[in-house]
C-alpha cells in the first residue's frame, strides 16, 4: 500500500521523534530531523549509528528551514509545552507549502489550542504514538473542529501505508483514547497501594498476568461480549451491567501525595529487585517483540509492512 | 514443586468450576466435581469429553457427600448468590475435616460475607481466576481477617506448584485487583463511546494495538518507572504526577442506562463484523496461547509446571 508520500520531516529529535524517524525510515521513507539543540543532536546521531540504517540514516538540521525542505509530511514531536509549540507551528508555516500536513505527537494537548495563531489550521492533525513508538502499532489520530478531513485521511493513510494501526477519533478529547484509559485503570492502580490493598508488584502481577494478556489480543467491549456466553454484550450488560456501576462506585480517588509517591517509589524499587533502567526496558522491549512476532505469526502478518 | 495436595473436590461445574477442574487434573491432581443440576452434568460430561483426559476424567457427582469425600482441598464455584454460597459452605462443613481449606472462586462477594455462619470460618479464603482460567495464569488469593495465614499459604502454594501466578492481597477488596482495574479501565471505556470520542472498535483497537501489548509484559507502575528515562518512577511522578491528576479529573462517570447499553451492544456487533461468539473465543484462546507461547519460550519457561 502506497501512501503517496516519500519526504517526511520529523521537528523534534528526542525519544518520540527519533524513534518515529526511525520508523519512517524503515518503511522506506526518505526522513530529515530538525533538533535545535546541539547536545541532543549529538545523542540523536549516536543513537541513530546504532539502528545501522546505512546510507538510509536521516540528515539532521539544526535549522528548520533546511529540515522542512522539500517535505510532503512533517511529525512535530517538540516538548509538551503549548507557547513552544504554538510558536513553532507559526515559524513552520513560513517554510512549507500551505497543502503540507503537519501532525502532532502530542500526548496531553488539544490540537484546537495547538491551532491558534495558525495561518492554515486545518492541516495539523495529533497523530500520537504510545510508547516505545518503533514496536507499539497504535496511533491515534484526532482532530479539531478547524482540521481538514484531508489532513485527517493523509495522516490516517500514512500509517496505515508503513503497517501502523491507527484508529480515528471522532473529536479530540485529552489523552486521545489510550491514555484515558490508561489513566483511569493507574488511579485504581496507585488507590489500591495507598489503601493497603496490595503491593506494587502484586498490583503489576495481577496485570501482566491476568487482563493485561487479554488486552494483548481484545479490547475491553469485545472481552465482555465473551463474557457471558451465547447471549453476548446484550446478556453481559443486563446481567453484569449492575454490578459493574457497584464496582464503579467503590474505585478510589486518590491523591499522589508526598507519602503516596514515596510509596509507589518503594514499591517498584522492590520490584525491580535490583534490575536498572536500562535492562527493565530491555526486558520490556523483549517482552513486547515476542509478542508482536506471535501474534503477527498468527494472522499471517508481516511485522512491519513496507510503504511500497 | 509440591503443594501435598492430591485429591481436589471442586463445587460446582459451570464455565470456572470445568477449567479450573481441568487444570488440576492436567496437573496431575485427582479430580471430583459436584454438579447437583441434571442438565449441567449433561453438559459438563459434554464438556470435558472434548479434553481427551482418558482415565484422569473428573467423577462428577450429584451429591454433595460423594464429591467431597477424600477431599484434601476444596473450590467452590457456585453461582454468584450470597445466600446460595453461604447455604452451601455450611453443608460442606458436615463433610470435611476442619483443617481442608475451602477456596471459593467469587469474583464479586468478599470472603467475610461468606464466612458468616460457618463453623470453621477461619478455612475460607478467595481464590480468583480470571477468564478463560485454564489459559490465564493470575490466581487472586485474599482472606478476611478471619482467614488462617495457613489457609491462604496453603491456597497460594498450591497455585503456585501447579503453574499459576497467584498474588497475595493483604486485605479483602470487592472486585480484588484485577476486576478492580479492569472496572476502573471498562469506565472510562463506556464514557469515550457515550460521549462520542470514538467508537466501540476503535477503543477496542486503541487498547489492543497500544497499551493492551505492554501490560501482557509489565504492570502499570513498572511502565511508567520505565516511562521517564533513567530517573525512574520518582522523576515520573514529579514531572508528570500533576499530569495525571489532571487527566483524573477529567475521566467520565458514564451510567449503563438504555442508550448506552444499545450504543455498546450495536458497536460490539459492528466489530464483531459476522463473527459469532463461538468464532470471537476461539479467536481469543488463539492470541492467548500464542502470547503464552512466546513469553514462555522467551523466559525458558515451561507452558504449565506439573505439580511433581
Same mark, same amino acid.
Given at each position: 500500500?502506497?501512501?503517496?508520500?516519500?519526504? $517526511?520531516?520529523?521537528?523534534?529529535?528526542?525519544?518520540?521523534?527519533?524513534?518515529?524517524?526511525?520508523?519512517?525510515?524503515?518503511?522506506?521513507?526518505?526522513?530529515?530531523?530538525?533538533?535545535?539543540?546541539?547536545?541532543?543532536?549529538?545523542?540523536?546521531?549516536?543513537?541513530? +549509528?546504532?539502528?545501522?540504517?546505512?546510507?538510509?540514516? !536521516?540528515?539532521?538540521?539544526?535549522? #528548520?528551514?533546511?529540515?522542512?525542505?522539500?517535505?510532503?509530511?512533517?511529525?512535530?514531536?517538540?516538548?509538551?509545552?503549548?507557547?513552544?509549540?504554538?510558536?513553532?507551528?507559526?515559524?513552520?508555516?513560513?517554510?512549507?507549502?500551505? @497543502?503540507?500536513?503537519?501532525?502532532?505527537?502530542?500526548?496531553?494537548? &488539544?490540537?484546537?489550542?495547538?491551532?491558534?495563531?495558525?495561518?492554515?489550521?486545518?492541516?495539523?492533525?495529533?497523530?500520537?504514538?504510545?510508547?516505545? !513508538?518503533?514496536?507499539?502499532?497504535?496511533?491515534?489520530?484526532?482532530?479539531?473542529?478547524?482540521?481538514?478531513?484531508?489532513?485527517?485521511?493523509?495522516?490516517?493513510?500514512?500509517?496505515?501505508? $508503513?503497517?501502523?494501526?491507527?484508529? +480515528?477519533?471522532? +473529536?479530540?478529547?485529552?489523552?486521545?483514547?489510550?491514555?484515558? #484509559?490508561?489513566?483511569?485503570?493507574?488511579?485504581?492502580?496507585?488507590?489500591?497501594?495507598?489503601?493497603?490493598?496490595?503491593?506494587?508488584? @502484586?498490583?503489576? @502481577?495481577?496485570?501482566?498476568?491476568?487482563?493485561? $494478556?487479554?488486552?494483548?489480543?481484545?479490547?475491553?467491549?469485545?472481552?465482555?461480549?465473551?463474557?457471558?456466553?451465547?447471549?453476548?454484550?446484550?446478556?453481559?450488560?443486563?446481567?453484569?451491567?449492575?454490578?459493574?456501576?457497584?464496582?464503579?462506585?467503590?474505585?478510589?480517588?486518590?491523591?499522589?501525595?508526598?507519602?503516596?509517591?514515596?510509596? &509507589?517509589?518503594?514499591?517498584?524499587?522492590?520490584?525491580?529487585?535490583?534490575?536498572?533502567?536500562?535492562?527493565?526496558?530491555? @526486558?520490556?522491549?523483549?517482552?513486547? &517483540?515476542?509478542?508482536?512476532?506471535?501474534?503477527?505469526?498468527?494472522?499471517?502478518?508481516? #511485522?512491519?509492512?513496507? $510503504?511500497?
Amino acid at each position: 500500500m502506497s501512501s503517496g508520500i516519500e519526504r $517526511i520531516a520529523v521537528v523534534g529529535g528526542g525519544l518520540i521523534g527519533s524513534s518515529m524517524a526511525r520508523l519512517f525510515v524503515e518503511n522506506g521513507l526518505k526522513v530529515t530531523i530538525y533538533e535545535p539543540d546541539k547536545a541532543a543532536r549529538g545523542r540523536l546521531d549516536q543513537t541513530m +549509528r546504532g539502528w545501522a540504517l546505512g546510507s538510509r540514516v !536521516p540528515a539532521i538540521h539544526a535549522e #528548520l528551514e533546511a529540515a522542512l525542505c522539500g517535505a510532503q509530511f512533517v511529525l512535530e514531536a517538540a516538548p509538551e509545552r503549548l507557547p513552544l509549540k504554538q510558536a513553532l507551528l507559526k515559524e513552520m508555516e513560513i517554510f512549507l507549502a500551505k @497543502d503540507v500536513v503537519i501532525a502532532t505527537a502530542t500526548s496531553s494537548l &488539544l490540537v484546537s489550542d495547538m491551532q491558534v495563531g495558525m495561518v492554515h489550521p486545518n492541516r495539523l492533525v495529533a497523530a500520537h504514538p504510545f510508547n516505545p !513508538p518503533h514496536l507499539i502499532p497504535l496511533i491515534e489520530v484526532a482532530g479539531s473542529e478547524s482540521t481538514s478531513e484531508e489532513a485527517l485521511a493523509t495522516t490516517y493513510g500514512l500509517f496505515k501505508a $508503513i503497517g501502523r494501526r491507527p484508529v +480515528r477519533l471522532k +473529536r479530540e478529547a485529552i489523552g486521545h483514547i489510550a491514555n484515558r #484509559l490508561t489513566s483511569a485503570l493507574y488511579q485504581e492502580a496507585v488507590h489500591i497501594v495507598s489503601s493497603g490493598i496490595a503491593s506494587v508488584a @502484586d498490583v503489576d @502481577d495481577a496485570v501482566r498476568y491476568g487482563p493485561g $494478556i487479554r488486552w494483548a489480543v481484545m479490547g475491553p467491549h469485545m472481552l465482555y461480549h465473551l463474557g457471558a456466553g451465547e447471549g453476548g454484550y446484550a446478556k453481559y450488560l443486563k446481567h453484569l451491567g449492575p454490578t459493574q456501576e457497584a464496582r464503579w462506585a467503590s474505585l478510589g480517588k486518590p491523591r499522589l501525595d508526598d507519602s503516596t509517591r514515596q510509596m &509507589l517509589i518503594d514499591g517498584v524499587n522492590q520490584e525491580a529487585a535490583g534490575r536498572d533502567i536500562e535492562q527493565l526496558c530491555a @526486558d520490556r522491549d523483549q517482552g513486547l &517483540l515476542a509478542i508482536l512476532q506471535a501474534l503477527a505469526a498468527l494472522n499471517n502478518e508481516p #511485522l512491519n509492512e513496507g $510503504i511500497q
